[in-house]
Nanobody
Framework: QVQLVESGGGLVQAGGSLRLSCAAS????????MGWFRQAPGKEREFVAA????????YYADSVKGRFTISRDNAKNTVYLQLNSLKPEDTAVYYC???????????????????WGQGTQVTVSS
C-alpha cells in the first residue's frame, strides 16, 4: 500500500503560480512512477504530468506543457507540481497518483495508476 497526501492548492489570480506537493508513505516510493491528474466540475479526470522513478523522464499534457513542471525528491518521498502562468481553465481538483508502468502511452491513462491521493483544490480567478 502507498498513501498519498496532496497539499499546496489554493486560490490564485490568472497569471499567478502555485506549487503542489504530494507526500508518499508506505511501500518504497522509488518503485513508482508518479503522476498528477486533475478534474474540473462536470469533466473527466485528465492527465497533467508524470515523472519516472529516477526523475530522468517527464511527460506533460499539451495543455500544460511549458507552464507546469513536475519533479520529485526521493529522499523526502515527495513529488511536486509547479504551476506557472495559471489560467482560469486550470481550475480543478488536482490529484497525485502512483503507477508501476512506464512511458507516456501508459502513464497518461488513469486506469494504470494503483494509488491515489485525496486531491487538492486549485482555483484560478480571471
Amino acid at each position: 500500500q502507498v498513501q498519498l497526501v496532496e497539499s499546496g492548492g489554493g486560490l490564485v489570480q490568472a497569471g499567478g503560480s502555485l506549487r503542489l506537493s504530494c507526500a508518499a508513505s508506505g511501500r518504497t516510493f522509488t518503485h513508482y512512477t508518479m503522476g498528477w491528474f486533475r478534474q474540473a466540475p462536470g469533466k473527466e479526470r485528465e492527465f497533467v504530468a508524470a515523472i519516472s522513478w529516477s526523475g530522468g523522464s517527464t511527460y506533460y499534457a499539451d495543455s500544460v506543457k511549458g507552464r507546469f513542471t513536475i519533479s520529485r525528491d526521493n529522499a523526502k518521498n515527495t513529488v511536486y507540481l509547479q504551476l506557472n502562468s495559471l489560467k482560469p481553465e486550470d481550475t480543478a481538483v488536482y490529484y497525485c497518483a502512483a503507477s508501476d508502468c512506464s512511458g507516456y502511452g501508459c502513464l497518461r491513462l488513469k486506469v494504470k495508476y494503483d494509488y491515489w491521493g485525496q486531491g487538492t483544490q486549485v482555483t484560478v480567478s480571471s
